[in-house]
């Protein structure tokens, strides 16, 4: 069983940058895909990024390519998501996610979930 949790969300003017952070329980995060998704008010959940459990591979959405970053830390069982260049449309639940297994982007695929953390960002 892994737990994970979110902290880093909040308010940011358009243009400016947020550090979200995932710590997981559990002795087996480094064996684990990791990604993220996020959940706009009336809309499905979608895919952000992903990166795999040796942190070599990393896939994101082509709408936040170039502003995004996700790493990970496996010997604090942590993963984070830059976010640089944030716009408005950025706003959303951001949700940290994990699975045993490939890299995958669909929601269904992953098991284990964090409770969300909002970003806002204002025009």
């Known amino acids: 069983q892994v737990q994970l949790v979110e902290s880093g969300g909040g308010l940011v003017q358009a243009g400016g940058s947020l550090r979200l952070s995932c710590a997981a329980s559990g002795r087996t995060f480094s064996t684990y895909t990791m990604a993220w998704f996020r959940q706009a008010p009336g809309k499905e959940r979608e895919f952000v990024a992903y990166?795999?459990?040796?942190?070599?591979?990393?896939y994101y959405t082509d709408s936040v390519k170039g502003r995004f970053t996700i790493s990970r830390d496996n010997a604090k069982n942590t993963v984070y998501l830059q976010m640089n260049s944030l716009k408005p449309e950025d706003t959303a639940v951001y949700y940290c996610s994990g699975r045993p297994g490939g890299l995958r982007t669909t929601p269904g695929a992953y098991d284990y979930w964090g409770q969300g953390t909002q970003v806002t960002v204002s025009s």
């Open positions: 990166i795999s459990s040796s942190g070599f591979t990393t």
